[in-house]
């Protein structure tokens, strides 16, 4: 008995350490890493032959390279992207004290703090999404639905498969997200990436442009 109970306070210790709170600069490093492979993913399906649509290379990449970009930014450079962003702080040294945390295990005023961070990363991100819209006017609303199918894949797929040692999921496999979220749509794509196999590793030398 002494034994179980040993074990279960050593995992219990482990676990904690695994989910730490990290610094804004180490936020940013992991951040950084998961944009690389959501435009890897990306990039490697918009190549394959899974897709057939008359769609600029350039135009895959540059909005790709949007993908979670306030999350990275400084101040100064957020306000540059997003003169309508008017917080005192960067998105990342807002969200980076509740890294890898449960929202539900948060007090009252640290959840209400980290809803308002998400709600501006979300609103931040949509401005600079629908700032690249509008400069590129070509973009017809089925090309920009194929952007979004795109990245929310590969975001949610890189999320489920290979961030596991970073934050506390309540789903077990991007499929499962998918279901429970009324995104069936998505899951055919989802199971032919990852009979794909990509070696997915290398991606952290492919960092997008931004």
């Known amino acids: 008995m002494r034994i179980l109970i040993a074990i279960l306070l050593f995992s219990n210790l ?24 959501v435009h890897f993913l990306g990039t490697q399906i918009f190549n394959s032959s899974y897709y057939q649509i008359d769609l600029p290379y350039s135009l895959v990449i540059e909005y790709l390279s949007l993908h979670d970009l306030p999350k990275i930014l400084s101040l100064e450079e957020l306000r540059k992207w997003d003169p309508e962003y008017t917080h005192s702080q960067s998105i990342a040294t807002r969200l980076a004290p509740y890294f890898g945390e449960i929202p539900e295990s948060l007090s009252s005023t640290d959840a209400s703090k980290l809803d308002k961070a998400v709600k501006d990363l979300n609103d931040s991100e949509d401005r600079i999404k629908a700032s ?7 973009l017809t609303f089925g090309r920009i639905q194929f952007l979004k199918h795109l990245e929310r894949v590969s975001d949610v797929y890189d999320t489920y498969k290979y961030r596991r040692g970073e934050l506390q999921l309540r789903y077990k496999s991007p499929i499962e997200y998918f279901l429970d979220n009324g995104e069936e749509e998505k899951i055919p794509l989802t199971y032919w990436v990852e009979a794909q196999n990509w070696p997915i590793d290398c991606a952290s030398s492919l960092r997008p442009s931004y």
Request: hydrophobic share 50%; charged share 25%.
């Open 14 to 37: 482990i676990s904690n350490l695994a989910f730490a709170r990290v610094t804004t600069q180490k936020f940013i490093e992991l951040m950084k890493l998961h944009r690389a492979r």
């Open 132 to 138: 690249f819209f509008l400069r590129h006017p070509e």
